[in-house]
């Protein structure tokens, strides 16, 4: 665990349902009782921050799994409802390291490179504990 009180403003952390501030946004609301987050358009209060559990936030990108939208996609829109094993079979046509996937992939991810934002989300690190 980690104390608020040994943390650079600058670093980022993130709550339990992936809300993400900044120690110095924490801060602030704990001793002046609400901080207003410019960058999500409200005040939080030292209750609402009070009441989540916060960890140091890591950094984390994705990537498309191409062949998993494809599945799920014959999955949900299974055309043929009535013929009995017609998903399993669709399935078994597409082999995991078929180049057709490969290219899908490396097709979305240059999209998406185009706005970091979009493939970064942040997960839980170490637990912070509030020692104001």
Request: proline share 2%.
């Amino acid at each position: 665990m980690l104390n608020l009180s040994l943390l650079r403003d600058e670093i980022l952390l993130v709550d339990e349902h992936q809300r993400t501030l900044t120690v110095g946004e924490i801060r602030t609301a704990l001793l002046e009782g609400e901080v207003e987050v410019e960058r999500l358009d409200e005040n939080l209060t030292k209750a609402e921050i009070e009441r989540k559990k916060w960890f140091l936030a890591r950094e984390e990108t994705w990537s498309f799994d191409s062949r998993q939208m494809v599945f799920n996609y014959l999955e949900n829109a299974n055309p043929n409802e009535e013929v009995e094993g017609w998903f399993c079979e669709a399935r078994d046509h597409f082999d995991y390291e078929h180049d057709l996937f490969k290219k899908m992939n490396e097709m979305l991810n240059k999209v998406l490179a185009e706005e970091p934002k979009l493939t970064t989300y942040y997960s839980k690190g170490e637990k912070i504990v509030f020692d104001l």
